[in-house]
Structure formats: structure tokens, C-alpha cells
């Protein structure tokens, strides 16, 4: 679980050798609490996907 969690944690938040901005860990924030809420799974990702759109599409990254 450990592993998972730091292999979550290093995909979310790096691109490369840099920050990959706020867009990314706040879908991926909204897709896990959907998990936690029981949400069905194309629900969560599109959710995620849609969080990370606007706020990309706002100048958010």
C-alpha cells in the first residue's frame, strides 16, 4: 500500500523534473473522493477529468 501511495503521489505531483502544477492533484483529489464515496468509476474519471479542464481552461495548471 505504501508503494502505491508513493508511486500515486510521484505521477500526481512531478512531469519530468519539475511541479506539475495544481490542475493535475486536484483531479485526481476529486477522483478519489469519489472513490471513497462509492462513486461508479466512469463517473469519478470524468469527474477528474473535467476538474483538471476548467481549471487548465482558467490558466490553473
Given at each position: 500500500?505504501?508503494l502505491?501511495?508513493?508511486?500515486?503521489?510521484?505521477?500526481?505531483?512531478?512531469?519530468?523534473h519539475?511541479?506539475?502544477?495544481?490542475?493535475?492533484p486536484?483531479?485526481?483529489?476529486?477522483?478519489?473522493?469519489?472513490?471513497?464515496?462509492?462513486?461508479?468509476?466512469?463517473?469519478?474519471?470524468?469527474?477528474?477529468?473535467?476538474?483538471?479542464?476548467?481549471?487548465?481552461?482558467?490558466?490553473?495548471?
Amino acid at each position: 500500500m505504501v508503494l502505491l501511495t508513493a508511486l500515486v503521489a510521484t505521477t500526481t505531483l512531478f512531469e519530468g523534473h519539475g511541479f506539475a502544477g495544481v490542475a493535475r492533484p486536484v483531479g485526481v483529489l476529486v477522483a478519489g473522493i469519489l472513490a471513497w464515496r462509492q462513486a461508479p468509476f466512469l463517473v469519478a474519471i470524468l469527474a477528474a477529468a473535467c476538474a483538471t479542464a476548467v481549471l487548465r481552461l482558467l490558466g490553473i495548471s
